[in-house]
């Protein structure tokens, strides 16, 4: 059975549990800049390059996969959201991409697999793709709004060297999360699925998009329809929402959602928002009461935290749903649904 089946007889039994933030667990070791650069003799800084930890100092990602585990999550995702050309070379390391996919992907995997043998669950790992700091869809310059930094191609040639590498190392899934552009992301889809079709075999891919304003858009300007209209045909095991806002802001877009996408949903919202210094602050057991709503009115098949969660959170928020019916994906009738900025569907 492969990943995708195995994924799928699971979430059909239960709400599964997704892992929370990888990027506020790792400030909380203080780590300094020896810690994160090693013995690499890379040119610049590397403080806050999360993503390097996987080959200067495991010990790091590695525990906190654990306490993800061992909270309850079915779901380990790589720490990879920043590993690619574009964002590495902000820190001289554009040329250790792929030995940092390949050893974050094979750290996760190897975790993965002994908290699995210990009990039977099935764990899997979700290699995660970022959105870069660069937009297809819009002009960073005002005065040229046709100006564009990268275009397609090469922003696919950069996803591609992420998932070959990821998939490597024994990932299960794709994970393109935080989808601020539309455009952007269908550069990464199209690099996972060349990717699977060079193996030869389905390579699932999970999508999240975040949200810029309460009003329910991406910074490209999609509503959440629109947005599953206009990525639909990757054929995703789950679309969701994450990052953003915490779960209370999140409410209606993930109603949206869960309507309209015939898939499985999954999200993972902020432990709430940011405080006035920046540090996230909303309790595990609110942040699990949130969430919990979505999972009493059948609107998520999975659940996990972004900015600010933990690892109690996590467990919190296993402990809120167990025993809860996962959402059943909508039986839609067959129309033409097409996606500007709003949804479009022409009628029967």
């Avoid at 995702?77 to 390949?102: G, K, M, P």
């Amino acid at each position: 059975m492969g990943a995708r089946e195995t994924f799928l007889a699971q979430a059909a039994k239960r709400i599964l549990i997704n892992d929370g933030a990888f990027g506020t667990e790792i400030q909380r070791w203080k780590l300094d800049e020896a810690a994160y650069a090693g013995d690499l003799g890379l040119a610049k800084d590397q403080r806050g390059n999360n993503d390097i930890l996987a080959l200067t100092n495991r010990e790091v990602p590695a525990s906190i996969h654990r306490a993800y585990f061992e909270a309850g999550a079915d779901i380990a995702s790589t720490n990879t959201f920043s590993a690619n050309r574009i964002s590495q070379a902000d820190y001289a390391a554009e040329h250790l991409v792929r030995d940092i996919n390949l050893a974050s992907a094979q750290l996760a995997r190897g975790i993965a697999d002994e908290f699995q043998a210990k009990d039977g669950r099935p764990r899997f790992v979700a290699g995660a793709i970022g959105p870069t700091n660069k937009t297809l869809s819009l002009s960073p310059d005002v005065n040229d709004p046709g100006f564009r930094e990268i275009d397609f191609d090469f922003l696919k040639d950069v996803y591609r060297e992420q998932v070959d590498a990821l998939v490597e190392g024994g990932a299960d899934f794709i994970l393109i999360e935080t989808i601020f552009d539309t455009l952007n992301a269908k550069a990464g889809i199209m690099a996972a699925l060349e990717a699977g079709q060079a193996l030869g075999r389905d390579l699932p891919i999970m999508l999240s998009m975040t949200l810029t304003d309460l009003s329910g858009r991406n910074l490209s300007g999609h509503t959440v329809e629109a947005f599953w209209y206009a990525v639909r045909h990757a054929r995703p095991l789950t679309v969701g929402l994450n990052c953003s806002f915490g779960a209370e802001q999140l409410r209606p877009h993930v109603a949206t959602l869960s309507k309209v996408a015939d898939t499985l949903i999954m999200v993972y919202p902020n432990a709430g928002l940011p405080n006035d210094l920046g540090e996230y602050d909303e309790e595990p057991a609110t942040t699990a009461s949130l969430v919990k709503e979505w999972a009493d009115a059948g609107q998520v098949n999975v659940l996990g935290g972004c900015c600010g969660s933990t690892p109690e959170h996590i467990a919190e928020m296993k402990r809120a749903v167990e025993g809860l019916a996962p959402r059943t994906a909508p039986q839609l009738d067959v129309r033409t649904r097409l996606a500007g900025l709003e949804p479009m569907v022409l009628a029967a």
